[in-house]
């Protein structure tokens, strides 16, 4: 991590090309693996999306089929991109990463809740004389969110390859668990990418409405000094100590 080289610095490299573009190739295979898979959902019971876009997706490949299978293969090259990168990036980027992100205690969990309550009460006017406590590398709400989509992605990705596998290897005729298993995995797969999708509205939001100077750091890597110091005053002094601003 190091300052830009303008006069008196006004902003630091927070992340790494790399890391930026694992971020995008991540928003861009959610995406596409959102679209398709809601294509594939055509039931009345389960159906999320209108009948039409189910209609629509599943004629443009040639069937549900073909649909389901390009899902399928899309969901196994976003997760083996992401497990290759954190294992050869895991000291230097996953491990740090989740130290700072992982909610791990009842405690942690309480603290960050009060944390993100009270930022959501200041969008709206409210708890005006109540300070956000200060805030680390993320910020409460950052990191139940975070800690909520590594765990509903970790559930996606085993889920997925199931629906995709199973029916392939196993025999459901022959042992009804198989069966079981699959229309549980189904429920555990979809309850996970409708969290996640929720948590992404925030997310995104807050990126482009309530503080683009976030969405601008995962564009080029650097972030204002001040903006740090302002709303992450106690990663602004880590980076003090460290003599990184």
């Known amino acids: 991590m190091s300052n830009t080289k303008q006069g008196a610095s006004t902003k630091i490299k927070i992340r790494t090309k790399d890391v930026i573009a694992i971020h995008w190739f991540n928003a861009f295979f959610w995406l596409v693996l959102v679209i398709s898979g809601f294509g594939i959902i055509s039931g009345d019971f389960v159906r999320l999306v209108p009948t039409a876009w189910s209609s629509f997706m599943q004629n443009l490949v040639g069937g549900n089929a073909n649909l389901a299978l390009l899902h399928g293969i899309g969901g196994m090259v976003w997760a083996a991109v992401i497990a290759i990168y954190a294992l050869l990036n895991a000291r230097r980027v996953v491990l740090p990463f989740l130290k700072n992100v992982l909610v791990l205690t009842p405690m942690a969990a309480l603290r960050d809740m009060w944390s993100m309550t009270v930022t959501l009460a200041h969008l ?36 997925g390859m199931y629906l995709f ?53 995962m564009k080029s890597g650097y972030a204002e000094i001040a903006f740090i110091q302002h709303h992450n005053p106690l990663w602004y002094e880590e980076l003090k100590r460290d003599g990184k601003v």
């Open 165 to 217: 596998w199973g029916p392939k290897l196993l025999s459901f005729a022959s042992n009804p668990l198989y069966g079981e298993l699959f229309r549980w995995a189904l429920v555990a797969h979809q309850a996970a990418v409708v969290l996640v999708l929720i948590g992404l509205v925030a997310h995104i939001y807050f990126a482009v409405v309530e503080e683009r100077e976030s969405l601008e750091t």
């Open 124 to 159: 709206f006017g409210l708890m005006k004389n109540t300070p956000v406590p200060p805030q680390g590398r993320y910020n409460g709400a950052q990191r139940l969110l975070g800690t909520m989509i590594i765990g509903c992605s970790l559930l996606i990705a085993m889920s």
